[in-house]
């Protein structure tokens, strides 16, 4: 069995945490934030700071059972999905969703899914170093230098890093300094986001199994997302530009209640200036496209997630991808015996291709949406109506697949690209 060091103790991190914990390893976790059981740690990810919530798929859920982790305890984290809503003109257009693998997506709250990860791994005796920053990483000898919150530097050695530490991955910016040939790409995306909180969701006449979606409408200026989580509350992340009016740095008051009682006028007018006095109050976060050429180097280290993959949540799949990740390294672990050259080499053979596919879809829908056209809506309404018309030989809704499967990002795209025949031909005849 082997010591296994993990940089970043967040979703992927904790989940392949647990994954090799159970399987007789021993896995040590640094995570530059506080204790998420610990109700008063001071450094705990900020719950406003981030989308506290995101949508698990069916892929995802599946990753997560299969680690052991009860059904259970995992929907008390969020609500079950059942459809989706799309405000245009000032209403709502309702599509409900078909179940296919026997499973639903959830309206996750991140915090508590978080803890529930925590709570497991604790259970699985699996040691973490809450608090420490990772300053440095060998990738030769196989050490990782990090500092504790009182200024102390100490090395970690281990069988193998895994660099589970987000977008901007210490354990990644090691792999471009240190190894030949790596080829890395970075991007941003004009539009950033920022998530905004109000209680009571059916009060608000928000049903907590759809998910709804703002800014159809738009032409392009901004894209919104709301969703229930289990406390009752309700999410909305607002994706803007950061410039022009509005935007991400717009601080005028009376220009942010004009743009919220434009596009959420169903909220009473109290509900729309607590969202103003949120925006103005909270940081943004930006949407960022990461490829990396490979996300291995020998048997020394690995890259899961976002450090080797992420990119924009217009698909909704980044969480769920990284997940898979989780689940995807630890049964090729097994397949080879636990020998980590194949186990490495082949991971980035069969997640490479998925997340190029997956990243191609999203970057495609970011276009689409902060570029919309009438052409773009008719072609999907199109798609629907030639699929349940002829359900044998055209392809099936990419929102079904997406949302209530776990089938491959290659094949999805693949599914994509005939949609887009079809519809030529389509318009054609």
Same mark, same amino acid.
């Given at each position: 069995m082997h010591k296994i060091i993990i940089v970043g103790g967040g979703l992927a991190g904790s989940l392949s945490a647990i994954y090799l914990a159970q399987r007789g390893h021993d896995v040590h976790v640094v995570e530059k934030r506080g204790d998420p059981l610990q109700k008063a740690s001071a450094t705990a990810d900020p719950v406003n700071s981030r989308a506290i919530g995101v949508t698990m798929t069916v892929r995802g859920v599946k990753a997560v059972l299969a680690a052991g982790i009860d059904r259970q305890e995992l929907e008390r984290c969020g609500e079950r999905? %059942?459809?989706?809503?799309? /405000? @245009?003109?000032?209403? *709502?257009? @309702?599509?409900?969703?078909?179940?296919?693998?026997? &499973? *639903?997506? %959830?309206?996750?709250?991140? /915090?508590?899914?978080?803890?529930?990860?925590?709570? #497991?791994?604790?259970?699985?005796?699996?040691?973490?170093?809450?608090?420490?920053?990772?300053l440095d990483v060998d990738l030769e000898r196989k050490v990782v230098l990090i500092q504790g919150p009182d200024g102390a530097v100490q090395q970690l050695h281990g069988d193998l890093i895994i660099g589970a530490d987000g977008a901007h991955s210490a354990v990644r910016r090691a792999m471009q300094s240190g190894m030949r040939r790596f080829e890395f790409k970075q991007s941003f995306f004009r539009h950033g986001y920022k998530t905004l909180v109000l209680p009571n969701a059916e009060g608000l006449g928000f049903r907590k199994d759809l998910l709804y979606f703002f800014g159809m409408d738009s032409k392009g200026q901004f894209a919104g997302r709301a969703a229930t989580i289990p406390n009752g509350s309700i999410s909305f992340v607002i994706c803007l530009p950061y410039s022009g009016t509005p935007s991400l740095?717009?601080?005028?008051?009376?220009?942010?209640?004009?743009?919220?009682?434009? #596009?959420y006028d169903k909220l009473p007018a109290a509900s729309r200036q607590e969202m103003v006095n949120q925006f103005i109050a909270l940081p943004s976060n930006d949407l960022i496209n990461v490829r990396s050429s490979t996300f291995h180097y020998k048997d020394h280290v690995l890259l899961i997630g976002d450090a080797a993959h992420a990119t924009a949540p217009f698909?909704?799949?980044?969480?769920?991808?990284?997940?898979?990740?989780? #689940?995807?390294?630890?049964?090729?672990?097994?397949k080879h015996g636990n020998a980590l050259a194949p186990t490495l080499a082949e991971f980035t053979q069969q997640r490479k291709v998925q997340a190029d596919a997956m990243q191609d879809m999203a970057i495609a829908n970011y276009e689409a949406l902060s570029n919309p056209s009438l052409i773009f809506f008719l072609q999907t309404r199109y798609n629907r109506f030639m699929h349940q018309k002829f359900p044998r030989i055209y392809p099936p809704d990419m929102?079904?697949?997406? *949302?209530?499967?776990?089938?491959?990002?290659?094949?999805?795209?693949?599914?994509?690209?005939?949609?887009? @025949?079809? #519809?030529? &031909?389509?318009? @054609?005849?």
């Open positions: 999905i %059942l459809g989706m809503a799309f /405000s @245009v003109g000032g209403k *709502f257009k @309702v599509r409900e969703l078909s179940l296919r693998e026997g &499973l *639903f997506p %959830l309206s996750l709250d991140r /915090s508590a899914f978080q803890r529930l990860l925590n709570t #497991y791994a604790a259970r699985h005796e699996v040691k973490y170093y809450f608090e420490h920053k990772c740095n717009t601080l005028n008051r009376e220009t942010m209640a004009a743009f919220f009682d434009r #596009y698909l909704g799949q980044g969480m769920n991808m990284a997940l898979e990740d989780s #689940y995807i390294f630890a049964t090729l672990l097994e929102a079904d697949k997406l *949302f209530f499967t776990s089938i491959p990002y290659d094949e999805l795209q693949q599914i994509q690209k005939k949609q887009n @025949v079809w #519809y030529k &031909l389509g318009r @054609v005849n």
